[in-house]
Nanobody, 117 residues
C-alpha cells in the first residue's frame, strides 16, 4: 500500500520562504511524476508544480520564478521550495504521486501553509 506523507507546512510571514517535503513509501517502483497541489478555502485544488522522472518541471504561473520543485536522493521524495511567499499562497498543500500515465495517483493528507504577519 503506497503511503504519501507531506511535511514542512506552518505559519510563514509574507516575503518569507517555505520548504515542503513529500515522501512516498510502500512501493519498490520509482514514480513517474510527483507534484504539489494546493487548495485554498472555497477554491478548487490546483497544480502548483510537478516534476517527472526525467526531471522535467512544470509550474503554475502564480508561483513561477519564486518556486523550485526538486527530487530528493531518496526514491520517491520531492521538495517544494517557495520564496517571497504571499498571503494568497495560503492553502492546504497536497502531494500527488503517479507511477503510470493513467489514474489519479496517490495523495497525501495535506499540510497547511498559512502566510500571514
Amino acid at each position: 500500500q503506497v503511503q504519501v506523507v507531506e511535511s514542512g507546512g506552518g505559519l510563514v510571514q509574507p516575503g518569507g520562504s517555505l520548504r515542503l517535503t513529500c515522501a512516498a513509501s510502500g512501493t519498490s517502483f520509482s514514480s513517474l511524476v510527483m507534484g504539489w497541489y494546493r487548495q485554498a478555502p472555497g477554491k478548487q485544488r490546483e497544480l502548483v508544480a510537478d516534476i517527472t522522472r526525467g526531471d522535467i518541471t512544470n509550474y503554475a504561473d502564480s508561483v513561477k520564478g519564486r518556486s523550485t520543485i526538486s527530487r530528493g536522493n531518496a526514491r520517491n521524495t520531492v521538495y517544494l521550495q517557495m520564496n517571497s511567499v504571499k498571503p494568497e499562497d495560503t492553502a492546504v498543500y497536497y502531494c500527488n504521486v503517479r507511477f503510470g500515465h493513467v489514474g489519479p495517483g496517490y495523495w497525501g493528507q495535506g499540510t497547511q501553509v498559512t502566510v500571514s504577519s
